[in-house]
């Protein structure tokens, strides 16, 4: 998959080249598209990022088996592993590199994972990238602001980690399916006492509301990526005493954390998927994932027939 340009997506064949030392080959069983930095990338909106250019591969969800790899390896050939991202197609851009029928990637990248995930297995990275955003604070969130994707995996990480979050969420097709937690419309909550409020939603204007939410010395999270400056009252923040914490990419200790979750039950990363499609309808699924507010998750099938 191919972002020639902004809104220009073509499929083409691109030269992998031999594998190297260290490296395995992975046969692609399923990606998924991202509607945060991924739609940025698609509408030409991301700002200016390291690797960023056009032409690129997108995508860095990706599930799939290990078709080659070093003989005395940790990963073997028939392996099902995660992969978040490649850079093998030349000229280029892997930016980042998983929407691919066939990758070539360092194996120290690449995560071994159970074979009853199957496709959910896509969606390890933005659980763990959840869990970046839980972990490095001092508290848990009581309030988390958007029940999308993104929103529930913090809820759901949040509960197995012992906390019992308030989610917010304005549309009414995204309120159910709340396990552990509640979600509520903004407009019905009057609480104004928030230790800890994390915002899933990726919008700059919400963030002067959120710190009158706030208690005093409570926190804001910024958990989504944003294009727009963010800016507020300092009045507002200063009456609160108010911390501002921005949540950044996973490491690989919340990748261990949230197979850790898994295994143990504590975490499913199921009813996240709500739409797929073949890999050759890819311009029909990136509208849908991008356009339609039923989408939570659009997966691309990649597997041969």
């Known amino acids: 998959m191919v972002f020639e340009g902004p809104r220009n997506l073509t499929l083409r064949t691109l030269p992998l080249g031999e594998r190297a030392s260290g490296e395995v080959v992975v046969e692609v069983e399923w990606s998924s598209i991202s509607t945060g930095t991924e739609r940025l990338l698609y509408t030409g909106e991301m700002p200016p990022f390291p690797g960023m250019g056009y032409p690129l591969v997108p995508g860095y969800e990706t599930v799939g088996r290990v078709v080659e790899a070093e003989p005395d390896g940790a990963l073997q050939p028939g392996d099902r592993v995660f992969v978040p991202g490649a850079s093998c197609y030349g000229e280029v851009r892997g930016l980042f590199g998983g929407a691919s029928s066939r990758l070539r990637v360092p194996a120290a990248r690449v995560t071994r994972i159970d074979e009853t995930l199957g496709e959910s297995g896509v969606m390890l990275a ?3 990238t959840a869990r970046h955003a839980l972990a490095t604070g001092d508290a848990l969130p009581d309030l988390i602001v958007g029940h999308g994707t993104l ?15 308030r989610v917010w969420e304005k549309n009414p097709a995204r309120m159910g399916g709340a396990v552990g937690y509640e979600v509520v419309a903004p407009e019905a909550d009057e609480r104004r006492d928030y230790g800890c409020v994390m915002d899933a939603s990726g919008d700059a204007s919400l963030v002067e509301p959120l710190l009158m939410r706030l ?16 800016s507020f009252a300092f009045p507002i923040a200063f009456m609160r005493e108010a911390r501002i914490r921005v949540a950044a990419e996973w490491q690989p200790p919340d990748m261990e954390a949230v197979l850790g979750h898994v295994q143990a039950g504590e975490l499913d990363l199921s009813r996240l ?26 997966v691309l099938d990649w597997r041969s027939e």
């Open 215 to 230: 208690r005093k010395g409570g926190e804001l999270v910024l958990a989504g990526f944003y294009t727009a400056p963010v």
């Open 151 to 165: 929103g529930r995996l913090l809820a759901r990480i949040a509960v197995a980690m012992g906390g019992a979050p």
């Open 273 to 298: 998927i709500t739409h797929r499609k073949s890999f050759e309808d890819a311009s029909e699924a990136y509208d849908t994932a991008f356009e339609n507010p039923d989408c939570l998750k659009m």
């Open 126 to 128: 933005l659980a763990a």
